[in-house]
């Protein structure tokens, strides 16, 4: 199991920022598309974000797109998710995850998924 390590949640509120981070070993780093899913209590896991490992091309949910930042962190073999103007609606477990095909993840049919970070946007 490739292990992905999400970091960055938290409590804020309504209008502030967050950004959550996710670690993964060189190789997937450098070989994986990587994205961010996130559910919310009594709901299904939505897709979010996700970024080619190659020129960084990036794929947004229409929920989250002028709002949230999908970027790879070359230094660190970490991909951080910027998320700006949060709202009530945001609040959820958000995971990382990863697969070769940016399709894939897109689709959040990936290979390899982290354990989550809990984001609560309070009113």
């Known amino acids: 199991q490739v292990p992905l390590v999400e970091s960055g949640g938290g409590l804020v509120q309504a209008g502030g920022s967050l950004t959550l981070s996710c670690a993964a070993s060189?190789?997937?780093?450098?070989?994986?598309?990587m994205g961010w899913f996130r559910q919310a209590p009594g709901k299904e896991r939505e897709f979010v974000a996700a970024i080619r490992w190659s020129r960084s091309i990036t794929r947004y949910a229409d929920s989250v797109k002028g709002r949230f930042t999908i970027s790879r962190d070359h230094a660190k073999d970490t991909v951080q998710l910027q998320m700006n103007s949060l709202v009530p609606d945001d609040t959820a477990v958000y995971y990382c995850a990863a697969d070769t095909l940016f399709d894939n993840v897109i689709a959040g049919q990936c290979n390899y998924w982290g354990q989550g970070t809990q984001v609560t946007v309070s009113s």
């Open positions: 060189k190789h997937t780093f450098t070989t994986h598309a």
